[in-house]
């Protein structure tokens, strides 16, 4: 099946800073993905839905100032977690569905830890 | 919206026996469901799905059912094995929306 790879797979920070995730489809082109949070032992959260060459939609209840979102390459997506606080920590994963658009991929995951 | 409720939210047998998850979806629009499977700390994996024009699918061990009528769909797991102990996500896509809607998850755990 398709790839999706996604970077880092770990991240410690201290509060304050901010930390940039990107997710990668290797061997197709992603017109869409969606970022996800997940708690321990939870299900997925939709963060929002990027799209190439377009504005991110966020869920509600998501602040788009603070988890912004570039869809600048049909291959490439990120999230970047701004000014991060320990509320922050999580695991956070995106996945981008095939040329179906309904066999969803998802990245490996990053575990953020903000101290 | 769609709405997909999963129970139960733990599940746990012997290994051997077998093991069923249930979903409910709320969308008549809905007319794909994956099933993935989640180890810990590593991504959620499509294990099986099925579409709205199929009432049953099955690969090896793993199958799945679908009762459109009721909107509620199975996943069916025999002869358990320790290794497919993991949590269990199931989903619904409406169609010409590609927006998943995940349930709550299932956390397997085969007893040796």
């Known amino acids: 099946g398709a790839v999706v790879s996604q970077h880092p797979s770990r991240v410690i920070c201290k509060s304050g800073t901010s930390v940039k995730i990107e997710c990668r489809s290797l061997?197709?082109?992603?017109?869409?993905m969606f970022w996800y949070r997940q708690f321990p032992k939870q299900s997925l959260m939709l963060m929002a839905t990027?799209?190439?060459?377009?504005?991110?939609?966020?869920e509600q209840g998501v602040e788009k100032d603070k988890f912004l979102i570039n869809h600048a390459s049909l291959t490439l997506s990120t999230l970047t977690v701004t000014s991060a606080h320990p509320e922050d920590s999580s695991f956070y994963i995106c996945?981008?569905?095939?040329?179906?658009?309904?066999?969803?991929?998802f990245g490996s995951g990053t575990q953020l830890s903000v101290l | 919206g769609e709405n997909v409720e999963q129970h139960p939210s733990t599940l746990s047998v012997q290994e051997g026996d077998s093991a069923v998850i249930k979903c409910t979806y709320s969308?008549?629009?809905?007319?794909?469901f994956p099933w993935y499977k989640q180890e810990l700390g590593k991504r959620p994996q499509l294990i099986i799905d099925?579409?709205?024009?199929?009432g049953e699918k099955k690969d090896q061990r793993i199958a799945v059912t679908l009762n459109k009528t009721a909107k509620h769909f199975s996943l069916h797991i025999t002869e358990t094995q320790p290794e497919d102990s993991a949590v269990y996500f199931c989903?619904?896509?409406?169609?010409?929306?590609?927006?998943?809607?995940f349930g709550r998850g299932t956390s397997l755990i085969v007893h040796p």
């Open positions: 996945s981008a569905p095939d040329g179906s658009n309904e066999k969803l991929f």
């Open positions: 061997d197709f082109q992603a017109t869409t």
């Open positions: 990027s799209n190439e060459g377009s504005k991110a939609t966020y």
């Open positions: 969308d008549s629009a809905s007319n794909y």
């Open positions: 099925i579409r709205s024009n199929v």
């Open positions: 989903a619904a896509i409406p169609g010409g929306s590609y927006i998943p809607t």
